[in-house]
C-alpha cells in the first residue's frame, strides 16, 4: 500500500474516532514528533502514531453500529464510506453519497402501498438515509441514476460495477427486500 493511502485511512480513522475532538494541540504536537523522528518519509509512521496517540485500529460492535446509523449528509457519513470504497480514484474523480434504494421509495404511503405493518414501516423509515443504504457514485453513474427505481437501475451495471459497489449478482434477493 501506498502512503497516499496509508495516510488516508489513518486520518479517516482519527476523523470516525474523534482523535482531534479534544487537546487538539497535544495530539498535532505528539504527532509532529512522531514525523520529526522519522529518518526516511518513504513509510508513513502508522504504527508509532497509532502508539503514541492510544488509538485502535479496530472499531468495537458498538462503534460499528453507531456509524452504520451515521445518517445521510452528516459529517462522518462521506468518511464512512471511504472506507468502504478504499480504491477509489479521490483525486481525479468526484463522488456523490447517493441512497442505494431511492428515499422516495420509503414514504409511508409507498410503504403501506406494500402492506408493510405500522412496524415495518417504522423499521425501513429509521434505517432508509443511514450509511445501510448509502453508496459512492461518481458523479456522472449519480446522475445516471437520479431517483431511479433500483430494480430497474440495478439491471443496466455490470458485475464489475456490482463487485466493487458489494451487490451480489442474485437480482431476485432486491425483489424480496423492496416487494
Not at 9 to 26: H, R, T
Not at 91 to 112: G, M, N, Q, R, W
Request: glycine share 2%; with cysteine; hydrophobic share 40%.
Amino acid at each position: 500500500m501506498n502512503n497516499q493511502i496509508i495516510i488516508q485511512k489513518w486520518l479517516i480513522l482519527c476523523l470516525l474516532k474523534n482523535v482531534f475532538a479534544s487537546s487538539v494541540d497535544a495530539t498535532l504536537k505528539n504527532i509532529q514528533e512522531i514525523i520529526l523522528k522519522q529518518d526516511s518519509f518513504n513509510i508513513f509512521p502508522i504504527g508509532q502514531l497509532n502508539n503514541k496517540l492510544n488509538i485502535s485500529t479496530v472499531f468495537s460492535d458498538l462503534e460499528i453500529e453507531n456509524l452504520l446509523l451515521t445518517n445521510y449528509g452528516t459529517k462522518y457519513s462521506f468518511l464512512i464510506l471511504s472506507l468502504i470504497y478504499p480504491d477509489r480514484d479521490w483525486k481525479d474523480k468526484v463522488f456523490h453519497e447517493d441512497h442505494i434504494f431511492p428515499k422516495s421509495e420509503f414514504s409511508e404511503a409507498k410503504l403501506k402501498q406494500r402492506n408493510y405493518d405500522d412496524a415495518k414501516i417504522l423499521e425501513y423509515r429509521k434505517y432508509y438515509d443511514t450509511v445501510l443504504n448509502l453508496q459512492l457514485l461518481t458523479d456522472s453513474e449519480n446522475l445516471e441514476k437520479k431517483a431511479q427505481d433500483f430494480s430497474s437501475w440495478i439491471t443496466t451495471r455490470d458485475d464489475n460495477f456490482k463487485n466493487r459497489h458489494m451487490i451480489p449478482n442474485n437480482i431476485s434477493i432486491f425483489k424480496i427486500i423492496i416487494s
